[in-house]
DNA sequence: GTCAACGTTTGG
DNA sequence: CCAAACGTTGAC
């Protein structure tokens, strides 16, 4: 087992943890494979490594690191101003594994590409300017390190077809032609841990990959998409063409460096993260946009997270419809700790579900569409105070009392606590199409879920006049949070519930799509008594006052 | 010296 | 190719 060791140039020197990441803050989970494996919790101990929940989102420099060219350490606390302190850091290349001052290289920093995750990490000028790229790394001087493995090859190999395109010019390959399809394949793997493949645990690569390569790490999959299909594109959005080149992503439009970019592949949200990562290359407008990259910046759809959450950047994860959930999806999902997590058509199980629930305190988005409820009945043993959105659609096997432990508080409120607060207190979107919910669930919905503005009960076909009755009663808490209702496809509901909309001050959004007893001349006196024009007595939707929609087929 | 755990190697 | 093992580094 020799690892690196002397100082030759380029010895790599092992990071360790920055103390001050949430990570590193916190307590071992006790329950992770790493934990157990722990003498303090029972086990044998050969494993030593990290407890899961406690991998350092940052790992520094040791404080024993010298700069390679002077000698010295890092000297960035003697003086002001960014640019100063920069170039009296040091900086670790991800490259050659050199350590040095920048302020010693005298190259500037022009060359440079800077990763802004790691810190004290860049790609040095030097190996910028001979060309150098990870996939050298093995063969220079350093020599100490293993030649990158089977998956880099890959990377590179596509790499170096992209280098080829962009001689060749535009317009981009058509998706057919390349990447080869395997090597496509696994690239997209390894955006997030494979669909279905057998456990994997992607700790010591991903933590290497983490330090070597994070800085192209959140585009990788960019490289290998030769012309993604595009979705949305929102009236404040931008929408801007960029090439990728290596680990560079060069965008040609655009600068602020707030935003962000979300990268879509095949359809799909693969992620998001800082545009900030781009920028950290080198601008170059003037790309040919050879494989073009389309890149949306959606500062509307995604406020950018708080920067110690920036580690991971991924805001959104979308699992929906994988086979199976795996470990190592699920050790990927914590470390990224997403604000939305889309888990819909899965067989995640039960216990997956509440190992992760129970670590990620900060979702505000949870997609369960079509999980059964065997799964879904993790929900019941957490509670979820930054939960807003709740997709439970087309569960299998609810019944009323599922449901009633789902919404009920918690039986072990602590004697303290003034008033017990159902688990979904800040839910304010609940979407329940296709259950089979009845009224006696609906009064807990009421009950607990104060915040409700968006409520789905398309499909629900108990769902009739009475429960619309119970939503909108003087009593219900939802009578002033409700926005939106869909109640299309639930045929019980007649023409009877419409004047029982008009209790809600808000609600601007109705959908009784597909609903065989509402009438669309009732939908249409509906809207006539709620003051003119009256719209035409056929043919959705009907517009009524105020911005309001009543969306009824004819 | 002890403890934690990084990054590499090994074995299935 | 991945999970397990382990030598060694780094903090204290």
Redesign the pocket.
Known sequence: ?????GAGAGS??????C?KCKACQRT?CGEC?FCK????FGG?G??????LM???TA?VL???AVCLLCGEAGKEDTVEGEEEKFNLSLMECSICNEIVHPACLKMGKAEAVINNEIPNCWECPKCKREGKSNKDSGGDGAG???AD???DGVRWKLTDELAQHKKKLLPAPPPTEEPPASAHK?KKEKELP?PD??????L??G??KH?KKASEQPLEGNKLQPLPSWGRVGSGDLEVKGSISHSTIHLSQIGPSDLEVEAVLDGMTAGTFPVLIALGHRWDAGTATVLTVVVVLSKFLHPRPPRCCDKRLWTRIDLSRRKSIT??MLSGIIRRQPASLDLSWTNISKKQLMWLINRLQGLRELVLTGCSWCSVSALSTASFPSLRLLDLRWIEDVKDSHLRELLLPPTDSKPGQTESRGRLQNVSELRLSGLDITDSSLRLVVRHTPQLAKLDLSHCNHVGDQSVNLLTAANSPLRDSLAEINLSGCNRLTDQCLPLFRRCPRLSRIDLRSCRHVTPEGCARFCEDSGPPAPPPAGPPFRCPEEKLLIKDS
Do not use: I, W
Request: proline share 11%; net charge positive; charged share 45%.
């Open positions: 087992m020799s690892s690196s060791k790599r020197r092992r990071r360790t943890r103390r071992e494979h494996d722990m003498k303090k044998p050969r494993m030593k490594q990290s407890c406690r991998q350092c790992p040791p404080h024993t100490k390190r293993r493995n089977g998956e696994r494979p493949t057998g456990p994997k645990k992607k010591k690569g933590r290497e330090l470990p190592s």
